[in-house]
């Protein structure tokens, strides 16, 4: 069964400066990808995903990501981070089938960006 | 607007007591899914329906019940029998998977903040 993990629990990050999200996933078979954002005592908004295709990525908010199959990873980047990103963050994987059922989300990363 | 809700947002519940989350969706879509969030442990799922009157048992289905008698409806009852419910509880909705290539976007409710008591 595929699994993700996510690296780093929290991240600190002054406004203005770059931040990069780690995640890594593994599965013996082919992979789609999502990031999904959470804000405090709210569900989960999607920020990107990977299905076929350019393996750069870009999403909502200003927010990118690289599909890597060499390194089985999704990182997750923004050049420029706001206050308005602090929130939790959520790595999740699905396998080459049509169905939903079988999503795995990591752990999530919390971002706290600081003025 | 289309979307999901869930209600109540705080729920709270004594010990021995079965309660009922309610999950309802607009967005005409036929699979919905109900995931337990507990802090540092991201997201379980607990059950899955891909279409009106079936549904089938998650990871963590122990438990909780579920039914799914209409399209926009799928509401969670917590039994009893789950011996630690406290946590936060998100259903999500997405388009039919089973005639899909590949697995579509899950969009997610605003949550419902069981606590026992």
């Known amino acids: 069964a595929q699994s993700v993990t996510q690296l780093d629990s929290q991240v600190p990050v002054f406004e203005e400066a770059p931040v990069e999200l780690r995640c890594n996933y593994s599965?013996?078979?082919?992979?789609?990808l999502f990031w999904y954002v959470q804000y405090p005592n709210q569900g989960l908004q999607l920020l990107l995903k990977?299905?076929?295709?350019?393996?750069l990525v870009k999403g909502i908010n200003g927010f990118e990501a690289e599909f890597n199959k060499s390194q089985t990873s999704f990182h997750l980047r923004k050049p420029s981070v706001h206050i308005s990103d602090t929130a939790e963050y959520f790595c999740a994987v699905s396998v080459g089938s049509s169905n939903n059922n079988d999503m795995r989300f990591g752990a999530g990363t919390r971002l706290t960006v600081k003025p | 607007d289309g979307g999901i809700t869930q209600s109540p947002k705080y729920l709270f519940r004594k010990e021995g007591q079965n309660v009922t989350l309610s999950c309802e969706q607009n967005?005409?879509?036929?699979?919905m899914y109900w995931y337990r969030q507990d802090p540092g442990q991201g997201l379980r799922l607990i059950y899955y329906?891909?279409?009106?009157?079936?549904?089938q048992k998650g990871d963590i289905a122990e438990g909780y019940s579920v039914s799914r008698e209409k399209k926009e409806s799928f509401p969670l009852t917590v039994t009893s029998a789950q011996k630690n419910p406290t946590a936060f509880y998100l259903c999500a909705s997405s388009i039919d998977q089973i005639t899909g290539v590949s697995p579509d976007t899950q969009y997610f409710g605003p949550g419902t903040r069981l606590t026992v008591l």
């Open positions: 599965s013996s078979v082919s992979v789609y």
């Open positions: 329906s891909q279409i009106v009157n079936d549904f």
């Open positions: 967005l005409n879509h036929d699979a």
């Open positions: 990977y299905l076929s295709g350019s393996t």
